[in-house]
């Protein structure tokens, strides 16, 4: 049986250069153009905007930190009082990290008469998916519930003209990154295999 922390380090790895090959593809006009011929137009009925726009919101800074803000206040085996805040620490770095590969990668997003959400800075990678996958899975506790909400993010994201696909593609693996390098500090730092994030 191999270990928890060799499969953590091979996640954050694999995911990190995953990562990497994206970005670099993300700064090509060709992919941007192929992107654009695939992406379905966006949604015209009011209704439709409503409900995307809402189930962005769930991976929006102000509920993400919210999220993991009631992690942290509800985190019952919090030894030391600033462990308890590890998981704000967490998506705070995440965030500001984000915020330099954006500025770095500085790609444009979806067409401006196409959007339907409100945007700030480049498009990649998309600050709500990251956002949503690392809130979700530190509150629930659980993979699939959070795949299930930060898979719907992705969607509103996409489905508004927000962000193109390989922007949502390239802020899941931005968190799959920053969880598992999170995951592997705590395993290694307890010389033991706990519980995942």
């Known amino acids: 049986m191999r270990s928890a922390p060799s499969h953590a380090s091979r996640v954050a790895v694999a995911s990190a250069v995953s990562l990497g090959l994206l970005?670099?593809?993300s700064r090509k006009e060709p992919l941007t153009a192929w992107e654009e011929r695939r992406v379905p137009p966006p949604p015209r009925q009011h209704w439709e905007v409503t409900v995307w726009r809402a189930v962005t919101a769930l991976g929006s800074r102000p509920v993400g930190y919210a999220?993991?803000?009631i992690r942290c206040l509800l985190s019952p085996e919090a030894q030391r009082p600033m462990s308890r805040l590890a998981p704000l620490v967490l998506l705070g770095a995440a965030d500001g990290a984000r915020t330099v590969l954006c500025r770095v990668v500085d790609r444009p997003r979806p067409p401006a008469r196409e959007r339907l959400a409100p945007t700030h800075g480049a498009s990649f990678p998309s600050r709500h998916t990251m956002t949503a996958l690392i809130a979700w899975t530190l509150l629930l506790r659980n993979c699939r519930a959070a795949t299930g909400l930060t898979t719907a993010v992705a969607a509103s994201r996409v489905a508004l003209h927000a962000h193109w696909p390989t922007d949502v593609l390239g802020g899941w693996l931005f968190a799959t990154v920053?969880?598992?390098?999170?995951?592997?500090?705590?395993?290694?730092?307890?010389?033991?295999?706990?519980?995942?994030?």
């Open 23 to 25: 970005a670099a593809a």
């Open 67 to 69: 999220a993991v803000a």
């Open 178 to 197: 920053c969880l598992a390098a999170a995951e592997l500090r705590q395993l290694t730092e307890c010389g033991r295999p706990r519980q995942s994030l």
